[in-house]
């Protein structure tokens, strides 16, 4: 519970309880110790991006510590996250420093996470043999506008957390659709299912500009 109280306070996620008791099968035995629920969630973030990404595991692995709540041995206090115009929130994880920013028209690959409003997984580039999302930064078409607005002034190697509201988020799944776009039938039917009033997570890594 206490890494479910986490991951609510590191997104600004609202915490219940009685949510977690009511989940079967997919969620962490509430009883379980620190350990074994530090086991779980490692596990769960290395499959995310197949343990390519030492970072996950190493994010996963201090899920219950204050680092990773965004607290500093001299501050007791949560990071700030920066508040776009349209709503998205946005965290810096890692600033990048290998390249030009990503800005309009800038060619942009990454590495991606999504998760919906409760924290749950939902897809990522990890499940698609690490194909990374490619896309040209302004370009309607191709990325939702939040996650487009979410991603500018990040440099190559840098690691982002943001939220995308529903205003700025999936209209619609389809290969012509705007992403990064889930392909399985499981992660389209989620988004299908919740388009037009859920709030998604985002962690990404920008992995190349030009």
């Not at 962490?28 to 595991?57: E, I, Q, T």
């Not at 899920?63 to 001299?74: H, I, Q, V």
């Not at 060619?107 to 499940?127: H, I, K, P």
Request: hydrophobic share 35%; proline share 7%; net charge positive.
């Amino acid at each position: 519970m206490v890494a479910f109280r986490a991951l609510s306070a590191l997104f600004g996620l609202p915490f219940s309880s009685t949510s977690v008791e009511s989940c079967r099968g997919s969620c962490v035995v509430l009883k379980a110790s620190a350990p074994v629920r530090r086991d779980f969630l490692a596990g769960s973030l290395a499959l995310s991006f197949g343990g390519a990404l030492p970072w996950a595991a190493e994010a996963a692995s201090s899920l219950e510590e204050p680092e990773f709540r965004g607290m500093s041995s001299t501050e007791n206090k949560l990071p700030e996250f920066r508040t776009l115009p349209s709503g998205v929130r946005v965290l810096d994880i890692v600033e990048g420093t290998k390249s030009e920013p990503a800005e309009e028209g800038k060619t942009v690959s990454f590495q991606w996470v999504l998760r919906d409003s409760r924290g749950y997984f939902v897809d990522s580039s990890a499940e698609h043999d690490f194909d990374p999302f490619i896309y040209k930064v302004g370009d309607a078409t191709k990325a939702i506008p939040g996650f487009d607005q979410a991603i500018r002034g990040m440099r190559k190697g840098g690691r982002r957390r943001f939220t995308v509201p529903p205003e700025v988020a999936y209209r619609a799944t389809g290969d012509d659709k705007p992403g990064p776009m889930p392909t399985g039938f499981g992660p389209r039917r989620q988004i299908e299912v919740k388009k037009g009033r859920e709030t998604w997570y985002f962690e990404v890594e920008l992995r190349n500009v030009r």
